[in-house]
């Protein structure tokens, strides 16, 4: 049994509780938020007893073997050093950093340590993804151009509840980078040519609104990423596979061809839902004393790509 404190109980923290209630080899111990209302209220709902609103309180329990990570961006890098220092197995959400530098330190604190460090890049998990993936190592079929469009409507600071938030989300390093994984780990090569260009720059938020983003790997397959925080209408990422044998469009946990002809993929995993998968891997990783499929090395190449891209850019907050 692993026992694991929660830390951040937003979206995601929430998604994760339910997630983690359908592993067996998984007991939430703790739920940890510095707004205690909040971290009570989620471990309630969870039937766990233990809230606590600082990290520090489970980074020195022995009790705690694990800490998954769903706190604000800014943090993401730092507190997962302090989990691996702390002798800790973490999963730090998306983006493991806003820096390639911190992202590195990451990496480097777990080669230190020997502990499992994953990151959540869920898109490796979706179902949907992992029947695409499941074709090409099977030899099946083959990516030749990555069409992806990021959208959301959001304007005004706030977070996937629509409530306010003291931190800025990022096109680049958090949205871009679930796409530019995803690119690199179904090609099976390494993007090796990268261009972007962004739209203005928000007045109140700081950040750029709308941005184009091209990828070409070294065995030539492409990738052509849209990203907008303006689209008034349905959100999400949406990302169609055009390959030698077919076309797939992936809409998070469902798959159809590029005839909009439903493929089924209840079948392909234990579970429909990505964030389970993603924390049952990273259990089973500790169990079995393995690297996750999302590890901090793995991921670390996307960060590569997405420093090179903000450098191209020059000042994303000019």
């Not at 961006?73 to 493991?96: D, N, R, S, W, Y």
């Not at 079929?141 to 069409?147: R, T």
């Not at 002809?261 to 891997?281: A, T």
């Amino acid at each position: 049994m692993v026992n694991v404190a929660m830390v951040g109980v937003g979206f995601f923290g929430n998604k994760h509780l339910d997630g983690l209630a359908s592993i067996p080899d998984a007991d939430v111990v703790a739920v940890v938020d510095p707004v205690e209302a909040a971290a009570r209220t989620a471990a309630d709902a969870h039937g766990i007893q233990r809230v606590e609103t600082s990290i520090d309180a489970v980074l020195a329990d022995d009790g705690v073997d694990a800490v998954i990570l769903a706190t604000p961006t800014p943090v993401h890098a730092e507190q997962a050093i302090a989990c691996l220092e702390a002798g800790k197995h973490v999963e730090v959400e998306i983006p493991l950093c806003e820096r390639l530098e911190d992202g590195r330190a990451v990496v480097e604190a777990q080669q230190r340590s020997g502990k499992v460090a994953a990151c959540g890049h869920t898109r490796r998990f979706n179902p949907s993804h992992q029947w695409v993936r499941n074709r090409i190592q099977a030899g099946e079929f083959s990516i030749q151009h990555m069409d992806v469009q990021t959208l959301f409507f959001r304007r005004t600071n706030t977070n996937a509840l629509g409530e306010p938030r003291s931190w800025t989300d990022h096109l680049l390093w958090h949205h871009a980078a679930h796409t530019v994984d995803l690119f690199q780990y179904q090609a099976g090569s390494p993007v090796v040519a990268a261009q972007a260009l962004r739209g203005p720059i928000h007045p109140e938020l700081g950040i750029a609104m709308d941005m184009s983003i091209q990828l070409r790997t070294k065995a030539g397959q492409l990738c052509t990423l849209a990203l907008s925080f303006n689209n008034d209408g349905p959100f999400g990422t949406f990302f169609r596979y055009i390959g030698d044998t077919g076309t797939y469009i992936a809409r998070y946990d469902d798959l159809v061809t590029g005839n909009d002809e439903p493929i089924d993929v209840s079948g392909v995993d234990v579970s429909m839902n990505g964030i389970e998968l993603q924390d049952r891997d990273f259990i089973a990783a500790i169990v079995e004393g393995r690297e996750p499929v999302a590890s901090v090395a793995s991921v670390l190449p996307c960060y590569e790509v997405l420093q090179q891209i903000e450098q191209s850019l020059g000042d994303l907050t000019a």
